[in-house]
């Protein structure tokens, strides 16, 4: 089966940064768009950003445009640089990844990590 595990999550005081990082079980993965999603209780799954299998192709959502650099190595492992961080970043942050699309709503990936814990203190 294949996996998603993030990790890099954690408590950081505002305008500090984290970098997470999210490994996939397989190799195949290298050829499949990569991305982050985040998400507050009550709250729809919101877009963060996505890269391409080549990663030339880089999206990023609008709060985040500026701060966070999405980046991935050449074999199965993609980041997200979160910097300048605000409380409203808290969230869990999600890593995803599919074959075929290059969107930036949650119905397009079929990979979902279990998600990690940011939490931005004012």
């Known amino acids: 089966q294949v996996q998603l595990v993030e990790s890099g999550g954690g408590l950081v005081q505002a305008g500090g940064s984290l970098r997470l990082s999210c490994a996939a079980s397989?190799?195949?993965?290298?050829?499949?768009?990569m991305a982050w999603f985040r998400q507050v209780p009550g709250k729809e799954r919101e877009f963060v950003a996505a890269?391409?299998?080549?990663?030339?192709?880089i999206y990023y959502g609008d709060s985040v445009k500026g701060r966070f650099t999405i980046s991935r190595d050449n074999v199965n492992t993609v980041y997200l640089q979160m910097n300048s961080l605000k409380p409203e970043d808290t969230a869990v942050y999600y890593c995803?990844?599919?074959?075929?699309?290059?969107?930036?709503?949650?119905?397009?990936?079929?990979?979902w990590g279990q998600g990690t814990q940011v939490t931005v203190s004012s």
């Open positions: 995803a990844a599919d074959a075929t699309t290059l969107g930036s709503t949650d119905y397009e990936y079929h990979h």
């Open positions: 397989r190799r195949t993965f290298s050829s499949y768009t």
């Open positions: 890269i391409g299998y080549s990663g030339v192709n």
